[in-house]
Structures are given as structure tokens and as C-alpha cells.
């Protein structure tokens, strides 16, 4: 089975500066790894996602992840927070055992973006 | 082209009762996928459609069931509603045909109450 494990639930940082979401992967096989951003009262936008091509994603919005086997991580980053940012990130794996289509999510991390 | 629609988008129910939500893809996507989100359990997956045969099922009790038809809407339906029961039910829709992986396309989802 896959799982994945995001580290801090909360992580507030000021406008401007980087911003660092953790993400932690568990998988016997090659991962494919997804990061969605959730808005309140909204669904799940894909954000950028790694199906074992280049190893530093990047996607919309800014933001960009690596690929690291050697630390099974699926870090998200982004030079310079805007307000806009502000939402619930989740990482998500998709399951082999299901074709990889259905998708396994970490407990989310919420952003808080200081003026 | 119009994104994935889900309806009602709010819904509330008493104890006992059932619930039937529903899921209109993007236009040619013929997978639908289900996810619960709770504070508690965070975002899981419920079961995925594909021609009209459910293709995968999360780790649900059989009160929880759906369909597909041909026209690839889908629907949910959970019976003897309980208070756990309460989510945000997202749908997600994706291309993906037989063993290849496809983006899946979320909709704002259906928040369902139970009392």
C-alpha cells in the first residue's frame, strides 16, 4: 500500500517570502505524486504532479516540487508567497493496485499568508 | 469547456435517511471517481466508474454505493444515514481509459449534512 505524509498541519508565512510545504511518500513501487490546493467551499485544483519523468516539477501558480527517491519526499515550494496562496495544500499518491486512479491524500497543510 | 458539476451543492439530512448525489463530467471524460472529506479522516477515496462498472472501491461499508450511466453521469448514493456520514462528497473526473493514468478533474463537491 502507498501513503504519503505531509508535515505541519499549519504553516503561515509573510507575503514575499518562500514558501515550503512538506511531503513524505511510502511506496514499493515508482510513485506517481500529485499536489492540489483546495480554496474554501471549493473542490481540488491539481497543482503540478510527478509521473516519473523530470524530477523538479514545476506547475501552475508559481510553485514547483522535487522529486527525491533517496529521501522519498515531494516537497512543494515557491520563491515568493502571494496573499492569493492562502488555501489548504494537499499531496497526494495514486495507487498502483488501482491502475493508479485512485489517489491516496496526506491530512493537508493550511497556508496562512501574513501581510 | 464546462468543468465537472456536482448537485445538490448542499444537502441536509436526518438521521436514518438515505441520499442520492449526483456528478456530471467534463465532457468525453468517461471515469468518475468519489471522495469523501471529513475534519476527522481527511479526504478518501469511495469508488471509481468506468463504462458504467465500478473499475475500484475504497475501504467503505456497503451502505455507500454508486452508479454509472451511459452518458458517463454517475451517481452516489448512502443509505441509513449517520451522523459520521456528514463530508464534503467530492467527485473527480478523468479520460483514463485502460491502464493508462489520466488527470483527474475535481468538482466543487456536495456538502451533506446529517442531524
Known amino acids: 500500500a502507498q501513503s504519503v505524509t505531509q508535515l505541519g498541519s499549519h504553516v503561515s508565512v509573510s507575503e514575499g517570502a518562500l514558501v515550503l510545504l512538506r511531503c513524505n511518500y511510502s511506496?514499493?513501487?515508482?510513485?506517481?505524486l500529485f499536489w492540489y490546493v483546495q480554496y474554501p467551499n471549493q473542490g481540488l485544483q491539481l497543482l503540478l504532479k510527478?509521473?516519473?519523468?523530470?524530477?523538479l516539477v514545476k506547475g501552475i501558480n508559481g510553485f514547483e516540487a522535487e522529486f527525491k527517491k533517496s529521501e522519498t519526499s515531494f516537497h512543494l515550494t515557491k520563491p515568493s508567497a502571494h496573499m492569493s496562496d492562502a488555501a489548504e495544500y494537499f499531496c497526494a499518491v495514486s495507487a498502483l493496485d488501482t491502475g493508479r486512479r485512485a489517489l491516496t491524500f496526506g491530512s493537508g497543510t493550511r497556508l496562512q499568508v501574513q501581510p | 469547456k464546462a468543468g465537472v458539476t456536482q448537485t445538490p451543492r448542499y444537502l441536509i439530512k436526518t438521521r436514518g435517511q438515505q441520499v442520492t448525489l449526483s456528478c456530471s463530467p467534463i465532457?468525453?471524460?468517461?471515469?468518475v471517481s468519489w471522495y469523501q472529506q471529513t475534519p476527522g479522516q481527511g479526504l478518501q477515496f469511495l469508488f471509481e466508474y468506468f463504462s458504467e462498472t465500478q473499475r475500484n472501491k475504497g475501504n467503505f461499508p456497503g451502505r455507500f454505493s454508486g452508479r454509472q450511466f451511459s452518458n458517463s453521469r454517475s451517481e452516489m448514493n448512502v443509505s441509513t444515514l449517520e451522523l459520521g456520514d456528514s463530508a464534503l462528497y467530492l467527485c473527480?473526473?478523468?479520460?483514463?481509459?485502460?491502464?493508462?493514468?489520466?488527470?483527474?478533474?475535481f468538482g466543487p463537491g456536495t456538502r451533506l449534512t446529517v442531524l
Open positions: 465532457s468525453g471524460h468517461r471515469s
Open positions: 473527480a473526473s478523468s479520460l483514463a481509459g485502460r491502464g493508462e493514468y489520466n488527470e483527474q478533474f
Open positions: 510527478y509521473t516519473s519523468a523530470a524530477t
Open positions: 511506496s514499493s513501487v515508482p510513485p506517481y
